[in-house]
């Protein structure tokens, strides 16, 4: 199974990536800052912004399941 992890550089997104590449899924991973992810085998990045339909599309293409871990950009734990 392919998954597509949106969010996946967030507090809670590197945890389901972490997860998924543990559990041998392969990954797409639509990301902003590519340069945050360790290369692995099982993961292919996506630069780009997932309000963005051509980013999303490609991320997506070959993909069974999409999990979203988007938050809103806040600078504490805190709202």
């Known amino acids: 199974m392919k ?3 949106l969010g996946a550089t967030g ?3 590197h945890w389901v990536l972490q997860l998924a590449l543990e559990r041998g899924f392969k990954v797409h ?3 902003r ?4 992810l360790q290369p692995h085998e ?3 990045l996506f630069h780009g ?3 963005n339909d051509t980013h999303l599309y490609e991320a997506a293409k070959g993909c069974t399941a999409a999990i979203s ?3 809103i950009s ?3 734990d805190f709202p």
Do not use: E, M, W
């Not at 800052?33 to 945050?36: M, T």
């Open 42 to 44: 099982n993961l292919k």
């Open 69 to 71: 871990v988007l938050n």
């Open 74 to 76: 806040r600078k504490s």
């Open 49 to 51: 912004d997932a309000s």
């Open 29 to 31: 991973a639509l990301v």
């Open 11 to 13: 507090r809670t997104g």
């Open 33 to 36: 800052f590519p340069d945050k």
């Open 3 to 5: 998954l597509l992890i």
